[in-house]
Nanobody, 126 residues
Framework: QLQLVESGGGLVQPGGSLRLSCLAS??????????ITWFRQAPGKDRERVLC????????EYLDSVKGRFSVARDDVKNTVYLQMNNLKPEDTAVYYC?????????????????WGQGTQVTVSS
């Protein structure tokens, strides 16, 4: 099974920043060969797509509410994808997850061999 480990969440005041990490723990090939999507799930809501970083490096943004505030980057040496979140708002409060797609480009699928991790909690509150 494919596994990723999320970290970096925490409690932050509105307007603050956090950087989440997505570390490849069990992948047959390096993380750079996957499209990695960040998801989030707020209490009582369905999990939603936030951003996707394709293997080639282009980014697909799924939520208008995070445009201009969230960005994604990859460190191939550390086999890690990062989600930089700036100017955080209370509505960004959620558990954040990362997942690999089946393809190297961003699509609507998640790899069928992927096992969801526990995610990392982000709470934006004063």
């Amino acid at each position: 099974q494919l596994q990723l480990v999320e970290s970096g969440g925490g409690l932050v005041q509105p307007g603050g920043s956090l950087r989440l990490s997505c570390l490849a723990s069990k992948l047959p090939v390096a993380l750079e060969f996957y499209a990695i999507t960040w998801f989030r799930q707020a209490p009582g809501k369905d999990r939603e797509r936030v951003l996707c970083l394709a293997s080639a490096g282009y980014v697909t943004e799924y939520l208008d509410s995070v445009k201009g505030r969230f960005s994604v980057a990859r460190d191939d040496v550390k086999n890690t994808v990062y989600l930089q979140m700036n100017n955080l708002k209370p509505e960004d409060t959620a558990v954040y997850y990362c997942a690999p797609g089946t393809y190297t480009y961003c699509s609507d699928d998640v790899s069928p061999n992927f096992r969801w991790g526990q995610g990392t909690q982000v709470t934006v509150s004063s």
